[in-house]
């Protein structure tokens, strides 16, 4: 399966679980800024990745949730480089290097994008063989 | 008026498919105003009694909502999180019988989704079901998704009604 075709697949699972035109669904997309998508639209998305493309989601797998709320991990409402490289290493299909520039808490959802999505299918189909 | 809008579970398969059953009753006072007779901009128009939409949704949730709850032992706190599709394509009415089948189409520890089918029975006069519904639902197991949000250790989503329910549909309860 090419990069592309698992691009169009996920555009159109996007669309159907979160309401939006296909044509509004770009790669740089954030879910929950642009695509307006609510906590338990990541669980829908989970479950459908895994329909159609034939694979287990682990929890926390792909949308990890408390994983920077270690106050290890965090200070003063900034993710520490220490916390940063924690993530990188458990979500290796997320893009940091936006994120780094300025580490706020806050500012944590911006790395879950349509790209980091099709990374991670990518590696599960991969890893499948 | 309890909160109960399915009234027997006729079929159990754990894990897998629940069926239920729901019998429209015009002795349920809401079916009164809903539609109540009207004669607004001079027009008379008579009492219309027909279930709501969102009721029979609500039967659905709850169908849905038990298959998944027992899957987990009633040990989760299995809450409606979203509607992935609802149609509805006829009205009903007291006197009907509604079957809800819900069959469990994703389950793993943070959620599940089921598919689900409504057909309606149209007591004593034919035994064909008409299929009126087809609702898709979402359910999060909320202690798993609230990122540490506390809720009561107490299991307030599956009360004393739906004890009583399973009780009566003759399925062993251990909660």
Do not use: C
């Not at chain 1, 287990?56 to 480089?81: C, M, R, S, W």
């Not at chain 2, 109540?36 to 009492?47: F, K, L, M």
């Amino acid at each position: 399966m090419t990069r592309d075709e698992i691009y169009s697949k996920v555009r159109e699972i996007l669309a159907d679980t979160l309401s939006v035109d296909e044509d509004d669904i770009q790669p740089t997309s954030t879910l929950k800024g642009d695509l307006g998508a609510e906590s338990i639209d990541y669980l829908d998305i989970s479950f459908q990745l895994e329909k159609n493309f034939g694979f287990k989601i682990g929890q926390n797998e792909l949308f990890p949730q408390g994983v920077a709320q270690d106050p290890k991990y965090v200070k003063e409402g900034k993710v520490t480089p220490e916390g940063i490289t924690a993530l990188v290493e458990r979500l290796p299909h997320f893009d940091f290097t936006k994120f780094r520039q300025d580490p706020q808490l806050s500012r944590i959802h911006e790395i879950f994008t349509v790209d980091a999505i099709v990374n991670f299918v990518q590696a599960k189909v991969a890893a499948k063989g | 008026m309890r909160w109960m809008w399915i009234d027997r579970i006729i079929e159990l398969e754990p894990r897998r498919r629940m069926v239920s059953v729901k019998n429209i009753s015009l002795a349920e006072d809401h079916l009164h105003d809903h539609f109540a007779a009207d004669e607004a901009g001079g027009v008379a128009r008579p009492a219309m009694p027909v279930m709501p939409g969102s009721l029979i949704l609500e039967g659905m949730a709850q169908t849905a909502g038990i298959l998944i709850g027992h899957a987990e032992h009633f040990r989760q706190k299995v809450v409606l999180a979203k509607i992935n599709r609802a149609e509805i394509s006829a009205d009903v009415s007291p006197g009907i019988t509604l079957r809800y089948t819900a069959v469990v189409d994703r389950l793993d520890a943070m959620g599940a989704s089921t598919l689900g089918t409504v057909d309606a029975f149209r007591s004593g006069i034919s035994a064909d079901p008409t299929r009126i519904a087809e609702i898709d639902l979402m359910f999060s197991f909320i202690d798993q998704n609230m990122s540490g949000m506390g809720f009561p250790e107490h299991n307030f989503v599956f009360s004393e009604s739906f004890r009583t329910l399973l009780k009566m549909s003759e399925i062993p309860v251990d909660f």
